[in-house]
């Protein structure tokens, strides 16, 4: 296992970077002050997401495709039940979520 560098820049956000020096996993907060994780391949692009949603209904992990598009996603909904979403390179979305 090679070494690592850790960058500590001032917005704070704490990143890890690979042998090579790419930034591979921050670790940080968004403007609503929420924690977020992200890791990244070797050549910038986002692989995996973890934060809170929007609404502040819970927390949301993203998955993207190696060209960078979200396609699934893991959330609680409005009533805290959890929700499965899987989306084609398009957008389009089919969701799973609990029933009545």
Do not use: C
């Amino acid at each position: 296992m090679g070494s690592f560098g850790v960058v500590v820049m001032l917005s704070p956000i704490l990143n890890i970077k690979n042998d090579a020096g790419e930034v591979v996993v921050s670790l940080g907060a968004d403007d609503a002050g929420h924690g977020v994780v992200n890791t990244q391949s070797a050549k910038r692009k986002d692989l995996v997401t973890l934060t809170a949603t929007a609404d502040d209904t819970g927390g949301i992990v993203e998955v993207y495709n190696k060209t960078g598009e979200g396609i699934v996603q893991l959330r609680a909904d409005e009533y805290g039940n959890g929700m499965v979403g899987a989306f084609n390179r398009k957008g389009e979305v089919r969701t799973l979520q609990p029933g009545p």
